[in-house]
């Protein structure tokens, strides 16, 4: 039977359908994007299930989120503290603790927050001089593209040093962030959860890798071969997935092709989503993109084991084009420029 949102005592689900409801059907398809399957069959049940919303609830509803988001970003500006005393001004003193409240049972704030705002060449005179593992564990909740700029002006005997710690990093305890947060920023107040924090690792370094200078990226990678050579390989496999051939133009795309056999090209192409295999058909003769396309078609179910290996044939092809120079990948650096 359907049910009608009361006033009082909604749920968070029921909180959350209202919303959707309120933002209309457009706004929450690009939030449902960012949500997970089972959150969306959840939300998608709840809202079926909601016949009316008053103007009221909806009004208490979005001044609740409102107040939440806004929250939300004080504490990543300045902390719990901050937070505290902006909301109490513009909201009241019981609201402010209310807000801060629901805030601190469901949101995860990312230590060094205060870092990520800060100016990536202020930040490498900061912590150059620092412990290398003091330097991994900054860069690990550093965007990949602040955190690339960082490892790219360190001394080169640092570089892999430092990348080795953050591939190799699995748990931090919470009193050792704190007391590196302490150092970089006293007025900082840390919001780290009391579970230890999952950090860094080999995901990490390979954000960071993708990002800097190709230079960098050859040095810190050739260290690792010689001291770390499991540890080298499983960040190289890693380094430039399948669908990264988005990051190649035209030319680029073309030159790959030539050295790829269309068997392993059907079933790269097997699994791919739509605009990869756009970009690959764009650039065949017609004739071979329609032939590809009908031999995908008869292939039948394949073995995903099989996509993948022959996806890794091709990022192999790409790689050792980019290594002679014959390819450039858009990295974000500076090593791409053309002249």
């Known amino acids: 039977m359907a049910k009608a949102a009361k006033e009082d005592e909604l749920k968070g689900i029921q909180k959350a ?26 939300l998608t049940l709840e809202i079926a299930n909601t016949r009316s919303v008053t103007p009221q609830v909806k009004e208490d509803v ?14 990543a500006e300045g902390g719990i503290n901050y937070a505290k ?6 909201l009241g003193s019981e609201k ?37 593992q003091t330097i991994a564990l900054i860069l690990s909740y550093l965007a990949p593209g602040q955190a690339a700029l960082v490892l790219s002006a360190l001394a080169p005997d640092r570089q892999a040093d430092v990348a080795r710690r953050i591939a190799v990093m ?15 920023e006293s007025k900082l107040a840390s919001l780290v959860n009391q579970d230890y924090t999952v950090i860094g690792g080999v995901d990490a370094v390979v954000e960071i890798l993708n990002t800097v200078d190709r230079g960098t990226e050859r040095h810190i990678m050739e260290t690792l071969e010689i001291e770390e050579p499991e540890l080298a390989d499983e960040i190289r496999k890693k380094m430039f997935v399948f669908e990264d051939i988005l990051l ?13 056999d269309n068997s392993d090209l059907e079933m790269a192409l097997k699994s791919a989503n739509e605009q990869v295999q756009n970009a690959i058909f764009n650039n065949l003769s017609k004739r071979l993109a329609v032939m590809i396309k009908e031999d995908m078609e008869f292939m039948g179910p394949v073995r995903m084991k099989d996509v ?29 420029i053309v002249v």
């Open 17 to 42: 359908a209202v919303l959707l409801i309120a933002l209309g059907p457009e706004r929450s398809a690009g939030i449902f994007k960012h949500l997970k399957e089972e959150e969306i069959e959840e």
């Open 62 to 75: 979005i001044n609740e989120f409102y107040e939440v988001c806004l929250a939300q970003q004080y504490i």
């Open 85 to 90: 005393d902006l909301l109490e001004k513009a």
């Open 96 to 132: 402010a603790m209310d807000v801060i409240g629901k805030l601190t049972a469901s949101l995860q704030v990312k230590p060094f927050e205060f870092v990520r705002k800060t100016d990536a060449s202020q930040l490498i005179n900061f912590i150059q001089d620092e412990h290398p």
């Open 170 to 184: 699995d748990r931090t305890s919470p009193d050792v962030i704190k007391e590196v947060e302490k150092v970089l």
């Open 248 to 260: 190649l133009d035209d030319r680029a795309i073309q030159r790959v092709l030539r050295d790829v």
């Open 308 to 336: 993948e290996e022959a996806q890794q044939k091709i990022v192999n092809i790409i790689r050792k084009l980019e290594d002679t120079g014959e390819i450039v990948i858009s990295r974000g650096g500076g090593d791409e």
